[in-house]
């Protein structure tokens, strides 16, 4: 009996298929857009032309094609985004990313509304007559409304009267009526 020799074979253990997520910026601010790149390395396929898929919160958002290099990457554009987090993925061949977290800040916007003698349009009052004059100032989500300077202004004479909002976001002004006439006022806030 003789022994039989088989031809030789070479095996090349790699790293397993890797797929990196980056993305940048990792904070948005009202609204903003966000590139994001998968990075494929390792694995036994060539890295190039793979068909990477992003997610969003669990829910696909797009594919993508990698380049030479093993990279593909994507665009996200977010608007009037309200404060939370989102969480991003990618995955090529089976493989699913490390997790990237953008932080989304919702833009707080204020609006200013004045009332005069309990009205917020026309209101008529007697010749010398003292009435109240609220300044309102209102953000669209929960913000600080405490001592934000705020102004009154009477644009016929072009007096003012200056003041600073209170816990709820108010300011109160007397308002002094010693001759007739049409009278016309407006606020102004200098908010966060």
Known sequence: MATVQSNQVTVDVVAPLTVILSASPTSITGSGTVKFT?????????LSGQTVTFYRNGTQVTTQTTNSSGVATYSYSYSNVSTGIDAWTASAEGVTSNTVYIDLIARVTYTVSLEINGSTTTTDVTEGSTVTAIVTVTPNQTAQVSNIPVVLIDKTTGTTQSGTTDTNGTATFSITFSSTGVYNFVATAMVP
Do not use: D, N, Q, R
């Open 38 to 46: 998968a990075t494929l390395s390792g694995g036994t396929a060539s």
